[in-house]
């Protein structure tokens, strides 16, 4: 699933082709992904202007003047510009042309698995962070507000493994599992430490782990797994530089033990043993 590193990507990517622009054609060619799509925008968005794209954790936010388009990845999808007319492929799910009055463009959602998300939330519904959807997400791990103090204060209670309160997303958004286990290890904290167990100065280890390695991520273009690739067709390279993650039974970067692999939760979750206590 692409995680929070792959979405900014992707915001980053396709952010000049949408803001300021105008809606000129919406397409759904299915009834819905993980839910039905707003068969109302199909025609009230158009001459609508996208005012921004924004992000919460994984959640993309196209912007209007009316509301927010909220579309989510899923498991195995992406988001492409392309130019109209261009051919389309099985599971090209979703079509948004856009113009700036001299030159239109298609963003075009891709989802193999259709574990996507195409949704509305309209201004007059109230404050958009309070969508079902949006508003049990955690602080954003790239910004101010996330620090050690908020970690160890947030899970003086929580005696389940820290690795396992991190994918929670509750306390910090969008630290998915490929990026809780590269901290973790960057952090020297075994994944199955309880999170009420790690003092304040372990966490701020972690927090600057986490923030390090997300920031690395975007810069690398995210992570190729699967179906993931950027908006201009690339595919992210950080794979090539993991430290635990899937690399069971391979010698540890750091001391050479192997690493090991084991399930928290019915996810992979990959450490060393002897770098993490």
């Known amino acids: 699933m ?7 990507v992707t915001r980053r990517g396709v952010a000049p082709h949408l803001e300021g622009r105008i809606v000129e054609q919406l397409v759904f060619r299915r009834e819905g992904l993980r839910w039905p799509f ?19 954790g994984k959640y993309l936010l196209i912007g209007f003047d009316s509301g927010t388009l909220i579309i989510h990845l ?8 392309l ?10 799910h979703v079509d948004l042309v856009v113009s700036d009055g001299a030159q239109s463009q ?6 193999p698995r259709r574990f996507g998300a195409v949704l509305w939330h309209a201004n007059d519904e109230g404050d958009l962070h309070q969508h079902v959807l949006l508003r049990g997400l ?21 005696s389940a493994p820290i690795k396992q309160v991190l994918l929670a997303g509750d306390i910090v958004v969008g630290v998915g599992n490929i ?18 167990r790690i003092s304040r100065a372990r966490y701020e280890k972690l927090a600057l782990a986490i923030r390090e390695i997300l920031a690395d991520a975007i810069v690398q273009g995210g992570s190729t797994l699967r179906d993931f690739i950027a908006v201009n067709g690339q595919s992210g390279y950080f794979q ?24 928290q939760g019915q996810r992979s979750t990959f450490y060393c043993a002897t770098c993490q206590r």
């Open 2 to 8: 692409p995680e929070l590193p792959e979405v900014e």
């Open 38 to 56: 707003p068969a109302h925008l199909v025609q009230s968005l158009v001459g609508q202007r996208i005012t921004q794209v924004g992000r919460r």
């Open 74 to 81: 899923g498991m195995s999808g992406h988001l492409r510009v």
């Open 83 to 92: 130019p109209p007319g261009t051919e389309l492929k099985k599971h090209d």
């Open 106 to 111: 298609v963003l075009r959602l891709h989802d």
């Open 138 to 158: 955690g602080v954003e791990p790239l910004e101010a507000s996330f620090s050690a103090a908020l970690l160890h204060k947030a899970t003086r209670k929580r």
């Open 179 to 196: 990026y809780a286990c590269e901290s973790l290890f960057k952090a020297g904290i075994s994944p199955k430490t309880p999170a009420s």
């Open 240 to 263: 090539q530089t993991y430290f635990v993650y899937d690399r069971a039974g391979v010698p540890c970067r750091n001391c050479g033990a192997p690493v090991r692999q084991i399930k």
